[in-house]
């Protein structure tokens, strides 16, 4: 069993709609990471989390310490969103330990 | 704003020679990371550094080395290259620099093929 599983593994969505990506760990952390993977391969960093809710532009991000469980929702999705989400979480060394990835594909 | 760079972009050798990735953080950032990731698999925790020390180790071969030089940029040295080192591999940098303190911003990567 992974440290870091992400649901759902592969996502398509029509323009405009509301996305959800889930995000459980096994392991304690001191932080959680959400990235995002373009097809060309960089990894750009969304947003680290240690506790409740984060927001950038049409991204929020949201953690449950306690239930070890983090979201990523997209509002009103475009197609330049899709890519590769990857959750990815923190112990106490530094080194991230990564999920398996989502990929979403949204259409016009 | 500076990124974190990596050279080469791009690098293809043949099995057994050796190559080498360089990474250089963003300024003021004293800590790097590499990772490496398949071809679809996630990226798995190689080694870092913090003020030229090796402060993690996680599943780097024994064929690979790394350091951190004074001015914080890090090398990673791979050698007697095999086919199953064809990866992407990224660094990330940390600090107290520009951006959020100690969250990990990553370069571009490395893409290496081995033939």
């Known amino acids: 069993k992974n440290e870091v599983e992400q649901s759902p593994q592969n996502l398509t969505a029509q323009e405009g709609e509301f996305i959800t990506i889930n995000c459980s760990y096994s392991?304690?952390?001191?932080?959680l990471h959400w990235l995002q993977q373009h097809p060309g391969g960089g990894i750009v960093s969304l947003f680290m989390?240690?506790?409740g809710k984060k927001k950038h532009g049409r991204l929020i991000a949201t953690i449950n310490i306690q239930e070890k469980h983090s979201s990523l929702h997209i509002t009103a999705s475009h197609p330049r969103d899709s890519a590769v989400y990857i959750c990815?979480?923190?112990?106490?060394?530094?080194?991230?330990?990564f999920g398996t990835g989502t990929r979403l594909q949204v259409f016009p | 704003a500076a990124g974190v760079i990596q050279s080469p972009r791009h690098l293809i050798k043949e099995k057994r020679e050796t190559a080498t990735l360089k990474c250089y953080p963003i300024?003021?950032?004293?800590?790097v990371y590499w990772y490496q990731q398949g071809p679809g698999q996630d990226p798995q925790f190689l080694i870092s550094?913090?003020?030229?020390?090796?402060?993690d180790k996680g599943s780097i071969p024994d064929r690979f080395s790394a350091q951190q030089f004074s001015d914080y940029h890090s090398e990673l040295n791979m050698s007697s290259l095999e086919l199953g080192d064809s990866a992407l591999y990224f660094c990330?940098?940390?600090?107290?620099?520009?951006?959020?303190?100690?969250?990990?911003?990553f370069g571009p990567g490395t893409r290496l093929t081995v033939t």
């Open positions: 392991v304690g952390i001191s932080a």
């Open positions: 990815a979480v923190r112990q106490n060394t530094d080194k991230l330990i």
């Open positions: 550094f913090y003020e030229k020390m090796q402060s």
């Open positions: 989390l240690s506790s």
């Open positions: 990330a940098s940390s600090g107290l620099g520009q951006g959020i303190p100690y969250e990990q911003y």
């Open positions: 300024p003021r950032h004293d800590t």
